[in-house]
């Protein structure tokens, strides 16, 4: 690639790449300082607690004299979501690649080493001799390089029965735990690069339905293809690769230890408090993220079968074509020299309305009076009826998640039958709901089987429940229960 080529890339991220616009954005640190802060322990928040979060702030730093200017929250929350370097969904707030991608590039400024690390090395060697195994066509050359690491592994094996224990120096410690947080930071990236090509094909789907005149079933191919595409991307395979991890029960408990066994050694201390608790949360946080694009995924393929479905292409192609013979028309005039203002003769059949004051002015409603005869109106009571109080929840969720918990660090992962047999429901099927509620808060892990609990409801009739087959675990509840959302 030549210079001129180089420069014309480089021109063009600059000028379109939304990671770049927000790194150069006026309000960038703001963004940057206000993102980082709301999304250090959890991916994603509701619209209004982000509004309210963001309104204190700069509230404080106005009094600071750190910023000026009277923009509200709310505003600059629309500009960052139309920019894309936030994304809304359901009323609740995510982070998107562009925003990752600057922050890691932004905390990387302080955390990057001055010099070349040896476990950079290490890292570099070790996936240059697998995949010299793995491309090598000669048998006996891949049978060659597997012996020479089969030699060195048992060099190590002989070592240690020999009670020659080799320890990495503090320098090695501290590269190495390092270098594990810095490729595991990268992981919720790809999550999100798979967000962003879902939405983007999404939208090409759209563009390519209104554009060809295809018929239903060349839609649908195109959709099963799209699948395939995602499928066969970068971050798709990544998602694929750790949905494999994520479903293999002995391979997710063993990586979970592992990270339990890394941060409990001398060397977690060479982490910041913030990387330590990324890495604790590790797991929980990629099977949230995995969740995540499997509910982005499902609303995507609804949204296109009801595109498809209601014919909605179809009418967004005539408004297509009428546009361009609109264009096609304007510029004749400009060749003609006709003037903008000359009267024509051309009526468009829309119809009309008179409107003297806008209360006379009566909208299209299924309903164009309501009926309030049969409505009476009652005095607010100061005390709460006994109907009312009857509806209220009597079981205490939080207390009950705390008995759970306990109950797990004791005995280890337990579904919510082997829990009941250590604490006894005893108020019901609202008991029982607040199990499942609590189950579903920490993520836990949904087995394939199904379990049967008998239990006494209120009225002291006995119940036989079919719930879902959930796998809890003390690991999976956070330091402080009062971070639970339940």
Not at 377 to 387: G, I, V
Request: glycine letters at 4%.
């Amino acid at each position: 690639m030549s210079f001129q080529q180089k420069y014309a890339a480089f021109r063009r991220q600059y000028q379109e790449h939304q990671t770049w616009k927000l790194l150069r954005a006026e309000n960038a640190p703001l963004m940057l300082a206000f993102i980082a802060d709301l999304f250090q322990e959890v991916s994603e928040v509701p619209v209004g607690q982000a509004r309210v979060a963001l309104d204190a702030e700069l509230q404080q730093l106005r009094e600071l004299n750190l910023i000026e200017g009277d923009v509200n929250a709310m505003a600059y929350l629309r500009g960052w979501i139309k920019s894309g370097w936030l994304r809304e969904l359901d009323d609740n707030l995510t982070r998107t690649d562009p925003c990752e991608v600057a922050l890691r590039f932004v905390k990387g400024l302080d955390e990057r080493e001055n010099n070349a690390t040896a476990s950079h090395l290490r890292i570099v060697q070790d996936a240059i001799r697998d995949l010299a195994v793995a491309l090598s066509p000669d048998p006996k050359e891949r049978v060659i390089l597997l012996e020479a690491k089969k030699t060195q592994l048992q060099n190590e094996i002989d070592a240690l029965n020999a009670g020659v224990v080799i320890e990495l120096s503090e320098l090695e410690q501290k590269e190495r735990i390092r270098e594990v947080y810095q490729l595991a930071s990268v992981l919720t990236g790809d999550f999100r690069r798979v967000e962003d090509e879902i939405r983007q094909l999404d939208q090409q789907l759209r563009i390519n339905m209104i554009e060809a005149d295809h018929h239903r079933g060349d839609i649908l191919k195109a959709l099963l293809d799209g699948e395939n595409i995602l499928a066969e991307s970068d971050a798709g395979r990544a998602f694929d690769s750790f949905f494999q991890l994520l479903c293999d029960e002995n391979r997710r408990l063993e990586f979970r230890e592992q990270i339990r066994s890394v941060l409990s050694r001398p060397a977690s201390s060479y982490l910041s408090n913030e990387q330590a608790r990324f890495l604790e949360r590790l797991l929980r946080e990629l099977t949230y993220e995995s969740e995540h694009v499997f509910h982005v995924r499902k609303r995507t393929e609804e949204s296109l079968r009801r595109y498809v479905e209601s014919g909605a292409h179809l009418e967004s192609r005539a408004v297509s074509q009428l546009l361009e013979q609109l264009e096609q028309t304007a510029l004749k005039f400009q060749e003609q020299n006709i003037s903008l203002k000359s009267e024509i003769e051309l009526k468009l059949n829309s119809g009309s309305v008179r409107v003297q004051s806008l209360d006379s002015l009566v909208l299209r409603t299924p309903d164009e009076a309501l009926d309030t005869s049969e409505v009476k109106t009652s005095k607010n009571q100061l005390s709460p009826s006994t109907s009312m109080l009857s509806h209220l929840q009597s079981v205490k969720v939080m207390e009950l998640a705390e008995i759970i918990k306990s109950i797990l660090l004791q005995n280890g992962p337990l579904t919510i039958a082997g829990i009941i047999r250590h604490h006894p429901v005893t108020k019901g099927l609202e008991e029982l709901v607040a199990h499942l509620r609590v189950a579903k808060a920490i993520k836990a892990t949904i087995l394939s089987d199904r379990e049967h609990i008998s239990l006494q409801n209120k009225d002291g009739t006995n119940l036989q429940a079919t719930i879902p087959c959930y796998l809890l675990s003390s690991d999976q509840f956070p330091h402080r229960m009062e971070d639970l959302t339940l």
